[in-house]
């Protein structure tokens, strides 16, 4: 089956959606996403942020489609031709969904979590000039605990329905869903029951923004100043596959590996995610993560072969002490004597 | 989540659950699930019309499903209980044909005469006054529901009726 | 006197008891689908007969019909859309009330002509006691054999059960719906896939208003072709209009599509005219989705024609100057009443009925209702009136249901045809304290204000 997107033309096999022909061409043509999840079944049209428009529906029935369509539910036609980045009324669209969604969202960046890697944030910056019109109180929710690993802040949350996807699909009982309605549904396990089951940690991956984040890792520490490392171990529950977000040898957090749209490779378990943090013997170190999407994390590139984590920086920076946390981005402060005595100190080891 | 405290003595009796049985019987074969609204109903209507997180366990238990099913859907549908409501709630149709022909004049009537505000229960537990949206009843407005019934073409009078005959008890609401 | 097709025996005392209604020639469309006809012969009577779909959309039935996968081989089924929930609109409630066997005799052969054997007839939870009429009804039906196994000896077999709903305009959606009846949150499904193909149960599945159903009796007795004789162009049959606001005689009324919106609106048969004789201000006339009509769009289109009760007539002009026939909820304003108030309202109702499933609808409702609350009770700005413009157009078409739209285009024709209003309750925001502030001092009486 042929399909123009953009001007781009491309074969794709019955059954693919737009969405995933516009990812096989790549570039500006590719639609954000928030809902869809191409790991999990059903999982998508309905955050809105990927519609198009479609100028031709296929070659046997060449009509437009009066509506814009969600790329991600919507199935390549023989024929069909699609405006993705070239359609004013797609952009408009999701500039107006990038706007709802963050009416009611308590743009907490400065103390959330996901910052950095949250494609809300990188949603809203992406429509530049972004002023919000809303003049009105924003909705809140109750806080809820949710058990020790997962960190639930509702006030966040975009109702992609990823998390309720993923626990019906890779864990046994479901113990949180999707519960009120209209602006007021939110996720809850309704009875502040702990979500504990051996991959109950996935939900945090999967979440798009700062709703459900890794309750170890919780201001421990921005995410761009931790460097990404493929890492395995054998585990009997899962791939074992992992990224290790490390900070000098500390381990910071352990997340699976995620492709260019954020979305993981495999599914890892809870063992893997939040019991080997305090020693990085557990694990086998491959290398450096390579991202192929422009991130902060990517802007020190690692030049030395590993055997401590060390990378080209400044002389202390990531050698992992807690006092020089603070050292990052601090480049043009001289070091004090003690200082001066501690890199002489590591160096000399 | 004050409401989920609420606890509820819970009576699956043999007629009660003849009657769920019955519904179920109206799905084929492993769709059980289907019949959980009807279900709800019934339950609810058998346990002071509402549903304490515990009566709701026990619903997930009869029809085999998991109890978050449950919560998924009464807290989307508006006509279950999440807490205890008063023996008599009167939910007042708000919506615009209503709201025409003073349908919110009416409402604010009864919460003076009963002492509450919407939404809320008298202290002895007898009336709960409660706004809601359309209810089908558009040409015969203004109007309310209590119980499984409509009082329609309602003004002052036939509220100051209605709550004394609520009073005297020779009120059926199902 | 219009003809009568539902309502042509509704008066006559006990109807709604088997007996009477089989005395009355009830059941006789039964016994001649099952035995005289097929399937296929049934569609495509509906389809002759130019049907539309009763619900508000305005789909042809036999069209609807004729899309539903027998291919396959997977169970059918015939879900009754019982769950009126329009503003404006309870129609369906008056015929399940009054005759509920015209729609079990309805459900019976449309099953047939689909060739499902499990039926559902899916009412909203409020309308519990007609809830009790139709089990009962249904009892009945199956006592006197047809329901059930081997229906008069045809070899059809069908089960028919009525499911309740618990309170959610949006599970009028038909996707919405069969989620409901499958005991799940009343979430719209994406289409594709459609029910026909996969519906219920993942099984093919045809959804359909309880007027629509109730007509296929009357179809199968008399013929498509006569059906379609009746009425105007694509606008045929009959159709049941719920008449309500400041009228004089509100209730549902049949009437033949192609009747003009004066005599429905001044005939003492229907409507009976304004209550109060205050003048009229404007009209909805098709449920609350539907784009309201100030007084100089209601009895003539824009180009000067007689604006008659038909789908086409209704929606000449498009959403500039015209309306849509939709479900036939027939809302009447006269002076006294507030388009900004009835706007928040209708407003209000769509952001408590949303599902909360996509972001437009879920965000853009509550967001209008807040911004409509703030003028109604001024507190208000201009600039909030471009605003919800803006928000309603970005809300429409971009949603995975119609209740997006629905919620948009109520907004969209309040400001198109009643922006003075919205501007004078920015400005004159004392004058707008009291919600019946236009009783005592109509808008008429203050527009010089405004210059």
């Known amino acids: 089956m042929k399909i123009n997107i953009d001007g781009h033309i491309i074969e794709v096999d019955p059954g693919t959606t737009i969405l995933q022909a516009a990812r096989m061409i790549g570039g500006p043509s590719v639609p954000p996403t928030m809902c869809y999840y191409s790991k999990l079944d059903d999982c998508g049209g309905k955050c809105r942020c990927c519609l198009v428009e479609v100028t031709k529906g296929s070659e046997k029935d060449p009509r437009p489609m009066p509506k814009l369509q969600p790329s991600c539910v919507t199935a390549v036609q023989d024929g069909m031709e699609v405006k993705s980045a070239t359609s004013e009324r797609a952009l408009k669209a999701r500039r107006s969904v990038s706007e709802f969604l963050l009416i009611n969202h308590p743009l907490d960046c400065p103390v959330c979590d996901q910052a950095g890697e949250c494609d809300l944030q990188n949603l809203a910056y992406g429509n530049e000039n972004y002023k919000s019109r809303f003049k009105e109180q924003k909705r809140t929710f109750e806080p809820e605990d949710i058990g020790p690993y997962i960190q639930l802040h509702m006030n966040r949350c975009i109702l992609c329905y990823r998390c309720v996807k993923l626990a019906d699909q890779l864990t046994q009982e479901r113990v949180h869903g999707v519960i009120c309605r209209g602006d007021h549904a939110q996720i809850s396990t309704y009875v502040s029951r702990a979500i504990d089951n051996d991959f109950s940690g996935n939900v945090i991956d999967v979440c798009p923004v700062g709703a459900l984040t890794d309750k170890t890792f919780r201001f421990k520490s921005r995410v761009w100043f931790n460097k990404p490392f493929n890492a395995h171990r054998d585990c009997p529950k899962c791939s074992g596959k992992v990224v290790l977000w490390m900070f000098g040898d500390t381990i910071q957090r352990v997340t699976a590996r995620k492709d260019e749209y954020h979305e993981v490779e495999d599914f890892i378990c809870n063992e893997c995610r939040f019991e080997h943090k305090e020693n990085v013997e557990d694990w086998v170190i491959e290398g450096p993560r390579k991202f192929e999407k422009f991130s902060v994390i990517n802007a020190n590139n690692y030049t030395r072969p590993l055997k401590k984590v060390k990378i080209e920086v400044d002389d202390l920076t990531l050698e992992g002490r807690k006092q020089d946390e603070k050292k990052i981005s601090m480049k043009s402060s001289p070091y004090d004597e003690d200082e001066l005595n501690a890199i002489n100190e590591v160096k000399g080891e | 989540m004050e409401q989920r405290e609420y606890t509820q003595e819970i009576n699956i009796t043999d007629q009660l659950m003849a009657r769920i049985n019955e519904l179920v019987s109206h799905y084929p074969e492993g769709k059980k699930k289907s019949a959980l609204i009807p279900v709800l109903h019934e339950v609810q209507d058998a346990h002071d019309n509402w549903l304490s997180v515990g009566l709701m366990n026990k619903v997930a238990e009869i029809l085999d499903i998991k109890p978050i099913e449950v919560y998924e859907v009464v807290t989307f549908y508006t006509m279950f209980n999440e807490k205890p409501v008063g023996k008599y709630m009167l939910e007042f149709c708000q919506t615009s044909c209503c709201a025409l022909r003073s349908g919110e004049e009416l409402m604010d009537y009864t919460c003076e005469k009963l002492g509450v505000k919407p939404g809320e229960t008298t202290t002895d537990g007898m009336f709960s006054v409660v706004g809601v949206e359309c209810l089908g009843a558009c040409g015969y407005a203004p109007m309310l529901q209590l119980g499984d019934f409509y009082h329609e073409h309602m003004t002052k009078e036939k509220i100051d009726a209605l709550i004394e005959d609520c009073r005297q008890g020779k009120i059926n609401l199902r | ?451």
């Not at chain 3, 045809?417 to 309750?425: G, I, L, N, P, S």
């Open chain 3, 1 to 451: 006197m219009g003809r009568k097709i539902l309502l042509e025996n509704i008066n006559i005392p006990g109807i709604k008891d088997y007996e009477v209604y089989r005395k009355n020639g009830g059941y006789t469309a039964v016994e001649k689908a099952l035995k005289s006809m097929t399937p296929d012969e049934i569609t495509e009577q509906v389809k002759t007969s130019g049907m539309r779909g009763r619900g508000g959309a305005g789909f042809p039935m036999g069209m609807k019909w004729s899309f539903i996968d027998k291919k396959s081989g997977k169970p059918r089924h015939l879900v009754v859309n019982a769950d009126e929930s329009e503003p404006g609109t309870f129609k369906d409630r008056y015929l399940m009330e009054h005759i509920p066997h015209l729609l079990i005799e309805g459900a019976i052969i449309s099953s047939f002509a689909l060739e499902a054997n499990l039926s559902y007839i899916y009412i909203r939870g409020e309308y519990m006691w007609v809830y009790n009429i139709l089990e009962k009804a249904i009892k009945e039906a199956y006592a006197n054999g047809w329901l059930g196994k081997n229906i008069l000896g045809t070899g059809y077999n069908l089960d028919l059960h009525v499911h309740c709903g618990a309170g959610a305009y949006v599970c009028g959606e038909e996707t919405a719906l069969i989620e409901s009846l499958e005991g799940k949150r009343g979430n719209p499904r994406m289409k594709p896939p459609f029910p026909a193909v996969s519906g219920l149960w993942a099984e093919p599945t045809v959804v359909n208003n309880v007027e629509s159903i109730s007509t296929v009796p009357w179809i199968i007795n008399n013929s498509g072709e006569e059906y379609a004789k009746i009425g105007v162009g694509r606008s045929t049959g009959t159709k049941l209009i719920s008449a309500s606001g400041h009228i004089k005689n509100p209730g549902v009324y049949e009437i033949e599509l192609g009747m003009t919106v004066d005599e429905f609106m001044n005939s003492d048969e229907y409507c009976g005219g304004m209550m109060d004789d205050r003048p009229l201000k404007a009209l909805v006339p098709g449920g609350s989705s539907v784009p309201i009509l100030p007084v100089h769009y209601i009895f003539k289109t824009a180009n000067g024609e007689d604006r008659l009760m038909t789908y086409e007539s209704l929606a000449d002009g498009g959403f500039v100057t015209g309306s849509s026939l939709g479900s036939g909820g027939f809302i009447v304003y006269n002076d006294t009443a507030c388009i900004v108030r009835n706007t928040w309202n209708f407003t209000r109702f769509y952001h408590h009925e949303s599902c909360g499933q996509c972001s437009p609808c879920r965000e853009g409702t509550g967001w209008m209702e807040k911004i409509l609350y703030r003028i109604e009770n001024g507190m208000g700005t201009m600039d909030d009136i471009d605003l919800l413009w803006d928000i309603q157009s970005q809300i429409d078409g971009n949603t995975i249901c119609p209740l997006g739209d629905a919620a948009a285009w109520p907004v969209a024709a309040a400001i198109r045809h009643f922006r003075e209003e919205f501007e004078y309750h920015v400005r004159f925001p004392q004058k707008i304290k009291n919600r019946d502030h236009f009783v005592s001092e109509p808008m008429e009486k203050v527009r010089h204000l405004l210059k």
